[in-house]
């Protein structure tokens, strides 16, 4: 039986995606939204540098489970599946 591996890297994202927003939805807080302006931008800098290392090492793990599966996928394009 041969696995297809776009539909497993799907299924990964998908349950990624609904994670997310179930967190979201249960921790969101508007307050907090509107305190994000008073923060010092050094602390703001690292949170981006922080996310796209995330995106970066996401985006190797979808790499890596796509050749697993005998897909071909690179490092660029996990991270725009992400």
């Given at each position: 039986?041969?696995?297809?591996?776009r539909?497993g890297?799907?299924i990964?994202?998908?349950?990624?995606?609904?994670?997310?927003?179930?967190?979201i939805?249960?921790?969101?807080?508007?307050k907090?939204?509107?305190?994000l302006?008073?923060?010092?931008?050094?602390?703001?800098?690292l949170?981006?540098?922080?996310?796209?290392?995330?995106?970066?090492?996401?985006g190797?793990?979808i790499?890596?489970?796509?050749?697993?599966?005998?897909?071909k996928?690179?490092?660029?394009r996990?991270c725009?599946?992400?």
């Amino acid at each position: 039986m041969h696995f297809n591996w776009r539909r497993g890297l799907g299924i990964s994202l998908s349950l990624s995606v609904v994670v997310a927003i179930i967190l979201i939805w249960k921790t969101l807080d508007l307050k907090a939204l509107k305190n994000l302006g008073l923060l010092e931008s050094g602390f703001l800098a690292l949170a981006v540098a922080m996310l796209l290392a995330a995106i970066g090492i996401e985006g190797r793990r979808i790499c890596l489970v796509a050749n697993a599966m005998g897909g071909k996928i690179c490092w660029f394009r996990g991270c725009a599946i992400l």
